[in-house]
C-alpha cells in the first residue's frame, strides 16, 4: 500500500522533435480521488497519461503511480491499474466474454461477478465480437476490462469522447460506483459531465498545469462578477490580474475573479469604481471557468 | 508456475485466431511432402512434369509460413501506444516466449512433421536423420524466420512490413551488384562463408527482437535494422579466407601420421587427356605430378586447397590465389596438380628451370562399407546415405546408367560411386560426387526440398553422352550393371607442402 499521493508527476518534460508538448509539469493526485485533467486539444493530457503508464518516455522529469516510478512499472503494478483510452486498440476478432476470460488469469483481482454485474448494467452483447460493437459498446467494453479487478487506479482517457448521452451516463455510473475503492484520473474535454462527479481538478495549458485543486475550492474561487453602474465604464488603471476577461458595455463591467473573496473582492471593486450602484458575483459552471481560463493564456500568449 | 500458465495462455489465445490459417498451411505442407516424396521415388530425381505445382507450392509456402509469423507478432505489436496488451499485465518476456512458442508449435514443428514424412515415404527411417532435420530447421530460423520475426517487431502490420522487406531485398539486390564477392577458397570450408552469415543474422536479429520486446524503442531499433542489412551482406562476401585457417585447427583433428605430398619426378609430360579449357583463356596450365605418401592404412586423401608459388633464377616470385586444381589421371597414373600460370609469365620463363612450393590442404577421408546397387532394379536404402539407386536409360538415352543417392536434410555428401557393367572385369569406372562441408558441424540444406541426390552418369565410350560422363569401355553391358558406393567421412585434414624442384614449365604444359 501506498501512503502518498496514488499518482505524481515532477517537472515532467516531453518533446516530439521541436514540439514541447510538456513543460516542467507538476501534478499530485491523492489515492481515492477522482482528479478531472483538462485542457484544450494539444495541452498535454494524453501525453502526461502515456507517460504514466510507461506507453511512452518522458524527455526529462519523473512520474509515478502507486508509489513506482512510471519506468520502473512492473505487470504487478499494472495488475492494479485499469486503463480506457479513446484510441485503445482491442482485439476486435474476439467475442465479449471471450475477451473478458482471456483478460481474467492475468488479474490475480479478478471478480467474476463485479465483470457480469457491469456487462448487465452497461447492457453488452457479451456473444459478439468486438469488431461489430459500436464505438459507444467498445468503450464500455473497455471499461468493464478495467474495472472488473478492483483497480485501485483507474485512468481514463476522453473516455467520453464522441458518445451519445445515454453511453456517457452509462460510463460514469460504472465509474462513479467504484469511486472511493479507486483513484480515477480522467482526461476530458466533456467538462459538463466530469463536473457532476469529479472531486479535483487540474487545467493543462500548453504543457503546463495551469492550477490542480479540489472541484469544491474551484467553484468556491472563480465568480463572475457584474458591476452596475450609472455611466459608460473605462476600466481603470491597476487592473487586478485575478481580474480575467473584462467586458464594458453601456453601464455595465463584466469580470471573473479567479481568487474570489467576498469581503476583498467587494472592497476591491469599491476602490476601482467608486460610483458602482450594484456588485453581483454569480457561481460559474466548470466549462465556463474552462473557457475563460483557456481565453486568457489565449490572449496572454 | 504462473508464468508459464501466462505464455500458453497467450499462445492458446493466438492459435485460436490463427487456427484456420495453420490448418490450411499445413494441407498444403502435407501436399508438398508427398510430392517430393513421389518425386524421389518414382524419377530418382530427374525434374518431371509435375514441377509447376511444386513451384506454386514451394512459393505458397515459402511466403505463407513466415506471413504466419510475421502476423502473430502483429497481433500484439510493439511500435507505438495503443494496443491493449501495453496496459495489460502482460510482461513483455511472458509476450515473447509465448511468440516464440507459437512459432515453433505452429510453424516450424509442422515443416519438421512434412519433412520426416517426405522421407519416411522414401522408405528410409526419419529418426534416423534426426541430427540433420533439426539441424536443417535451426538454419531456416536463422536464416528466415527470424529477419522476418525482427521485421515484423518493428512494423505495425502487413503493409508496412512488406515494404521494409522489400526494401531490405532491393538493399541485398544493389549491394550484390556493386561489391564483388572474394571467390577465396577455404579449402572445404567454404560452408564458413554461408553459416557464418546465418550466424550473425540469427543474432543481429535476434537481437533486435529482444532488445525492441523489452524496450520498444522502435526509433532507434529501426535504423539498427537498416544498418545491419547493409553490413551482413559483407559477411559472405568479404569473409576473410584466413579464419578458414583458424577453423581448420579449431574444427578439423590433424592428422596424427601426415601426408607428405611429393613431386613425382618418375612421370614426365602433362596429364594424359588432359585438353585445354576456353574457361581459362590468358593461362597457361602445367600439371605437375604428385605424389601422396605416408598414406595411414584404409584412408583416401583429397586435396581442397592449393596455394603455389614458383621462383625464377633470377628471383623473380609468382603466387597464385587459393585454388582446387588436384586431379586424377584419366588413365590411373596418378595425381596431377594443375597451375594457372599467367600467359606473360610463362612465356617469359616458360623454358627456364623454375623451382618453388606449394601449399596443399590435405584432407583424410575414411571409407565407408561399400554397398552394392544393381542397374534396373530397385533402390536400395543404405544406412547413413538415403535411398540410393541406378537407373539404365536416364536423359533419354538407353546407353546411359543414372548412379543416384537421395541424402535426405544434407548437401550432398562425398559419395565414390564406381561403375562395373555386367560380365566386365573389376575394377570398374570410379567417379566421385564432391562436398564442400568439411568438418561442417550442420550440414544441413537449406532449399525447400529435404531430399538432396547425388548424381553421377556414366555412359560407355561409343555412347554420345560421355560429356561430364564417367566412361565406361565400349558396348558395356548396362542393365544388371553392378553400381559400388562407398562414401567418404572426413576424418582429418593437414597443411602439407610440396617442394616443386628444379622443372621446366614447357615440359608439362599443354
Redesign the interface.
Given at each position: 500500500m501506498t501512503t502518498g499521493p496514488a499518482i505524481r508527476t515532477s517537472d515532467l518534460e516531453k518533446r516530439f522533435g521541436r514540439n514541447r508538448v510538456l513543460r516542467g509539469l507538476d501534478l499530485e493526485i491523492a489515492p481515492g480521488s477522482i482528479y478531472a485533467l483538462v485542457g484544450a486539444n494539444g495541452a498535454g493530457k494524453t501525453t502526461t497519461l502515456?507517460i504514466l503508464?510507461n506507453?511512452?518516455r518522458p524527455t526529462s522529469g519523473q512520474s509515478s503511480i502507486l508509489g513506482v516510478e512510471s519506468r520502473r512499472i512492473?505487470?504487478?503494478?499494472?495488475?492494479r491499474?485499469g486503463?480506457v483510452?479513446e484510441?485503445?486498440?482491442?482485439?476486435e476478432?474476439m467475442r465479449m466474454d471471450?475477451f473478458l476470460a482471456?483478460?481474467k488469469?492475468?488479474?490475480p483481482t479478478w471478480d467474476d461477478a463485479l465483470a457480469a454485474e457491469l456487462v448487465q448494467l452497461l447492457d453488452l452483447p457479451v456473444g459478439r465480437r468486438l469488431s461489430e460493437l459500436s464505438r459507444g459498446m467498445k468503450m464500455k467494453a473497455a471499461l468493464v476490462s478495467a474495472l472488473a479487478f478492483h483497480p485501485s487506479v483507474l485512468i481514463l482517457d476522453e473516455p467520453f469522447s464522441g458518445l451519445d448521452p445515454m453511453v456517457r451516463d452509462d460510463l460514469i455510473t460504472a465509474v462513479l460506483d467504484r469511486a472511493g475503492e479507486t483513484t480515477i484520473l480522467i482526461s476530458s474535454h466533456d467538462l459538463a459531465e466530469i463536473e457532476s462527479f469529479a472531486s479535483h481538478v487540474g487545467y493543462l495549458d500548453e504543457g503546463r498545469l495551469r492550477f490542480s485543486e479540489e472541484m469544491a475550492s474551484l467553484s468556491l474561487r472563480f465568480r463572475e462578477v457584474e458591476v452596475a453602474l450609472d455611466a459608460p465604464p473605462a476600466l481603470p488603471a491597476g487592473w487586478p490580474e485575478t481580474w480575467l476577461r473584462p467586458e464594458t458595455s453601456s453601464a455595465l463591467v463584466r469580470f471573473v475573479e479567479s481568487r474570489y473573496d467576498p469581503q476583498r473582492t467587494e472592497a476591491d471593486v469599491r476602490r476601482l469604481f467608486p460610483a458602482a450602484r450594484r456588485v453581483e458575483a454569480n457561481p460559474m459552471p466548470l466549462r465556463a471557468i474552462f473557457v475563460t481560463l483557456a481565453r486568457s493564456a489565449r490572449k496572454a500568449a | 508456475m504462473?508464468h508459464l500458465?501466462?505464455i500458453f495462455?497467450i499462445f492458446r489465445?493466438d492459435l485460436?485466431?490463427y487456427w484456420p490459417y495453420i490448418l490450411a498451411l499445413s494441407c498444403l505442407t502435407a501436399v508438398q511432402a508427398a510430392l517430393y516424396g513421389r518425386l524421389h521415388l518414382d524419377f530418382a530425381g530427374f525434374t518431371t512434369g509435375s514441377d509447376r505445382a511444386r513451384h506454386i507450392l514451394e512459393s505458397a509456402l515459402g511466403f505463407g509460413w513466415p506471413f504466419l509469423a510475421a502476423v502473430v507478432i502483429y497481433?500484439d505489436s510493439l511500435p507505438g501506444?495503443?494496443?491493449?496488451w501495453?496496459?495489460?499485465?502482460?510482461?513483455w518476456r511472458?509476450l515473447l516466449a509465448a511468440k516464440c512458442l507459437f512459432v515453433l508449435i505452429a510453424v516450424v514443428l509442422p515443416n519438421i512433421i512434412a519433412d520426416a514424412c517426405s522421407v519416411a515415404l522414401l522408405g528410409l527411417d526419419p529418426f534416423e536423420y534426426l541430427p540433420g532435420l533439426l539441424a536443417r530447421h535451426a538454419l531456416r530460423v536463422a536464416g528466415l524466420l527470424l529477419p522476418v520475426l525482427a521485421v515484423a517487431t518493428l512494423t505495425t502490420g502487413i503493409p508496412q512490413g512488406v515494404v521494409a522487406i522489400v526494401a531490405i531485398v532491393a538493399v541485398q539486390g544493389i549491394l550484390s551488384t556493386l561489391v564483388e564477392s572474394s571467390s577465396d577458397l577455404m579449402g572445404g570450408f567454404e560452408w564458413l562463408r554461408f553459416m557464418s552469415f546465418y550466424a550473425v543474422v540469427a543474432v543481429f536479429c535476434l537481437a533486435i527482437v529482444i532488445r525492441q520486446y523489452a524496450t520498444r524503442l522502435t526509433t532507434q531499433h529501426r535504423p539498427a535494422l537498416a544498418l545491419g542489412c547493409i553490413l551482413v551482406f559483407f559477411v559472405p562476401t568479404r569473409f576473410p579466407a584466413s579464419v578458414a585457417g583458424l577453423a581448420q585447427r579449431a574444427l578439423a583433428p590433424q592428422a596424427s601420421s601426415p601426408v607428405r605430398v611429393e613431386f613425382d619426378s618418375i612421370r614426365t609430360g602433362p596429364m594424359a587427356g588432359a585438353i585445354p579449357s576456353p574457361i581459362f583463356r590468358g593461362t597457361n596450365v602445367v600439371y605437375l605430378p604428385i605424389r601422396f605418401d605416408g598414406m595411414p592404412a584404409g584412408l583416401q586423401a583429397r586435396v581442397h586447397r592449393v596455394t603455389v608459388e614458383l621462383q625464377t633464377p633470377e628471383g623473380q616470385r609468382w603466387a597464385s590465389t587459393p585454388t582446387r586444381p588436384v586431379y586424377q589421371g584419366q588413365d590411373g597414373t596418378g595425381s596431377w596438380l594443375a597451375v594457372h600460370l599467367p600467359k606473360e609469365f610463362f612465356e617469359r620463363h616458360g623454358s627456364e628451370r623454375i623451382r618453388g612450393s606449394a601449399r596443399l590442404a590435405v584432407a583424410l577421408y575414411s571409407a565407408s562399407t561399400p554397398a552394392t546397387v544393381i542397374a534396373g532394379s530397385p533402390p536400395v536404402r543404405i544406412s547413413g546415405i538415403g535411398l540410393c539407386g541406378a537407373t539404365p536409360g536416364a536423359r533419354h538415352a538407353a546407353r546411359t546408367i543414372f548412379a543416384w543417392c537421395a541424402q535426405p536434410f544434407q548437401q550432398p555428401r562425398h559419395l565414390v560411386m564406381t561403375v562395373t557393367p555386367a560380365g566386365a572385369p573389376v575394377p570398374g569406372v570410379v567417379r566421385s560426387t564432391g562436398s564442400t562441408n568439411l568438418f561442417n558441424p550442420l550440414p544441413a540444406d537449406f532449399d525447400f526440398d529435404p531430399i538432396s541426390v547425388a548424381r553421377v552418369i556414366f555412359a560407355p565410350a561409343d555412347s554420345e553422352y560421355t560429356f561430364d560422363a564417367g566412361v565406361l569401355p565400349a558396348g558395356s553391358k548396362l542393365d544388371g550393371a553392378k553400381v559400388t558406393i562407398t562414401q567418404l567421412t572426413p576424418v582429418s585434414l593437414a597443411d602439407v607442402t610440396l617442394v616443386i624442384p628444379d622443372i621446366v614449365l614447357r615440359d608439362h604444359s599443354i
Open positions: 502515456k503508464l506507453l511512452i512492473t505487470p504487478a503494478q499494472l495488475a491499474v486503463y483510452s484510441n485503445m486498440k482491442l482485439p476478432w471471450a482471456y483478460l488469469p492475468f488479474y | 504462473s500458465f501466462h495462455h489465445k485460436r485466431r497481433e501506444s495503443t494496443q491493449d501495453l496496459f495489460r499485465p502482460i510482461g511472458k
